[in-house]
T-cell receptor
């Protein structure tokens, strides 16, 4: 498709289980971002990739969170030993260049994670 | 860290009314952005501002980049039902966008 694709769109898991969220950016976009949106909250920056490297991981809330990007394309956000406070919508965005230049991000529809 | 504040937190307005919302920061940003998020969707860029004092319009939307580079406002004229959503301001910091908590807009037909 033409836009940013995220999967799954909805995930319900039990506390303590691991989850993987996938993001397929717009073809040719070199920069990829993960944000978290908790209920009624704003967009919390998690991590940013330029190509396959992550120059800024400062937003990852704990060492249970990790992300990787392969082939300069698809990215996976992994949350280990999920906790109830991890429940949120995880949004992925891509950009043809680093957003520090234009700030223009193209967002996917998000993956809604519910931890029971 | 850098934080953005938005006001008001939520608004309920009558169709046809004008809307004004603000974004402030204790830090200077080089770029100010306004995004809109509709239910079940990701945010979409509405307006980008790159220069202090800049006033930019996009249809019924007008936004300004404050002279101090620490604030911005967004105005929507003659609101319509499809204006409903959450409006986020953002500022660029190094290679990422920092977002405010959002202003939720409801339009009563």
């Amino acid at each position: 498709g033409a836009g940013v694709s995220q999967s799954p769109s909805n995930k319900v898991t039990e506390k303590g289980k691991d989850v993987e969220l996938r993001c397929d950016p717009i073809s040719g976009h070199t920069a990829l971002y993960w944000y978290r949106q908790s209920l009624g909250q704003g967009l919390e920056f998690l991590i940013y990739f330029q190509g396959n490297s992550a120059p800024d991981k400062s937003g990852l809330p704990s060492d249970r969170f990790s992300a990787e990007r392969t082939g300069g394309s698809v990215s996976t956000l992994t949350i280990q030993r999920t906790q109830q406070e991890d429940s949120a919508v995880y949004l992925c965005a891509s950009s043809p260049r680093t957003s520090g230049y234009t700030g223009e991000l193209f967002f996917g529809e998000g993956s809604r994670l519910t931890v029971l | 860290g850098q934080q953005l504040n938005q006001s008001p937190q939520s608004m309920f307005i009558q169709e046809g009314e004008d809307v004004s919302m603000n974004c402030t920061s204790s830090s200077i940003f080089n770029t100010w952005l306004w995004y809109k998020q509709e239910p079940g969707e990701g945010p979409v860029l509405l307006i980008a501002l790159y220069k202090a004092g800049e006033l930019t319009s996009n249809g019924r939307l007008t936004a300004q980049f404050g002279i101090t580079r620490k604030d911005s406002f967004l105005n929507i004229s003659a609101s319509i039902p499809s204006d409903v959503g959450i409006y986020f301001c953002g500022g660029t910091s190094y290679d990422k966008v920092i977002f405010g908590p959002g202003t939720s807009l409801s339009v009563i037909p």
